[in-house]
């Protein structure tokens, strides 16, 4: 009986990160994302892990808020990103702030 081996490969489907870091610059008009994009999240497999404007400074000068957007994947961060649902947040944000977005992907120790 001759045994037949097989290496199977998987792809490791890290999670992935939106971060932003911004100043409000229009108050008035300003709405925060957690009032706005949850049900958009859900669609996406996001979840917010960090959302404040008080984070503690340990160095360095960041902006005044810190959010944190976590997704099961990149290509479900993408897809939010680029999605109608967030489209109308990422208007107001254009008008309202002023800052970074960044899309990173998990940290995965080889």
Known sequence: MQLVKYTLKFKIMS??????????????????????INGALEKYNGKFLVVTPKSETLSGSPLEVVIVIEFDSIDNAKAFYQSEDYMEYKTLYENTTQGWVSLSPEYIKK
């Open 15 to 36: 999670k992935a990160y939106i971060i932003e870091n911004y100043s409000v610059i229009n108050k008035e008009e300003y709405i925060p994302p957690v009032k706005t």
